[in-house]
């Protein structure tokens, strides 16, 4: 059985199934003692048990992300019982798909207010503890929504890519006190992606690709991310897809293009797009893309 969480106490949000289930179980079992938060006070008691069950130490919690009161009552939950905070992970998530131009400003506000702001709250409320202990690690949820696009999400796709933003500056910010934060892209099967249509064989045969990707498999890097051993790791962006561990590159500049008298509309055409049109981003709809994350 591994140690490498032992002494630590970790908040996991959305930790009563899937992936949040997965990584409240792997870091118990790592020796941290954990606050499962999840808004289904059944399913975050019946991950709390089954923790306890394996001799390990946890606490249930049903107050919000989307609300800092109640983010804040998350975290206080940790310091109440176990007298600290070590680990956060910002895993909570739900889903609002709808075309662009069909999506209403609550189906927008209600992913953003759990997602992003949800991840701000939470991370914010455990940073004056992290500041002081100067310590801490952050272990943030993204996905390839946002890091690469897709159809019908631009709610998710937005906030998950905001998170990305969040975590880099957290990074920043909190580097002189210690403090890690890095993003966790994961493919995996769980509630929120079995509602993928399954109705042509192409369909089928991607579902079974996906139900063979199991949600436990994200636990491990967490467990990593969180622990000492991972104490030079931060700004980061993972991904995990079965027994694949993947790094995502950073925005760069690929290329670029001078003009010593200034630019005009008519030269932009004719001579900037021209020499970096093989560079761009090409817009692509991949069923290898789409609909592969569950957060």
């Not at 895993?91 to 949800?118: C, I, P, T, Y």
């Not at 909190?174 to 109705?199: D, E, G, H, L, Y």
């Not at 079965?242 to 500049?253: D, K, V, Y």
Request: hydrophobic content about 45%.
């Amino acid at each position: 059985m591994s140690e490498m969480a032992a002494g630590k106490v970790a908040v996991v949000t959305g930790a009563g199934g899937g992936i949040g289930k997965g990584i409240a179980l792997a870091l118990a079992a790592a020796g941290a003692r954990v606050v499962v938060n999840d808004i289904s006070a059944e399913a975050s008691q019946a991950v709390v048990d089954e923790i306890k069950a394996a001799g390990g130490h946890a606490v249930a919690n049903t107050d919000s992300v989307a609300t800092r009161e109640s983010a804040e009552h998350i975290v206080q939950n940790a310091i109440d019982l176990y007298g600290k905070i070590d680990i956060i992970v910002n895993n909570a998530g739900n889903l609002r798909d709808r075309l662009f131009h069909k999506m209403s400003e609550e189906e927008w506000s209600q992913v953003l207010d759990v997602h992003l702001n949800g991840s701000f709250y939470v991370s914010r409320a455990a940073a004056p503890y992290f500041r002081e202990q100067e310590s801490g690690a952050y272990v943030h949820m993204t996905s390839t929504s946002g890091l690469i696009g897709n159809f019908g999400q631009a709610n998710y796709s937005a906030a998950k890519m905001g998170i990305v933003g969040l975590s880099k500056s957290i990074a920043l910010d909190m580097s002189r006190f210690n403090v890690r934060s890095n993003c966790i892209a994961p493919f995996a099967w769980t509630s929120m992606t079995s509602s993928i249509p399954a109705n042509t064989p192409e369909e089928k045969a991607r579902v079974l690709k996906l139900q063979k990707m199991e949600a436990g498999k994200i636990a491990p890097l967490v467990v990593y991310l969180g622990s000492d051993a991972a104490s030079e790791v931060t700004a980061q962006i993972f991904a995990v897809r079965a027994n694949e561990i993947m790094l995502f590159s950073q925005p760069r500049p690929v290329r670029s293009v001078h003009m010593s008298t200034g630019w005009t509309p008519e030269d932009i055409a004719e001579i900037a797009v021209p020499a970096m049109k093989n560079d761009f981003y090409k817009l692509e709809r991949s069923p290898e893309v789409i609909g592969w994350d569950p957060i």
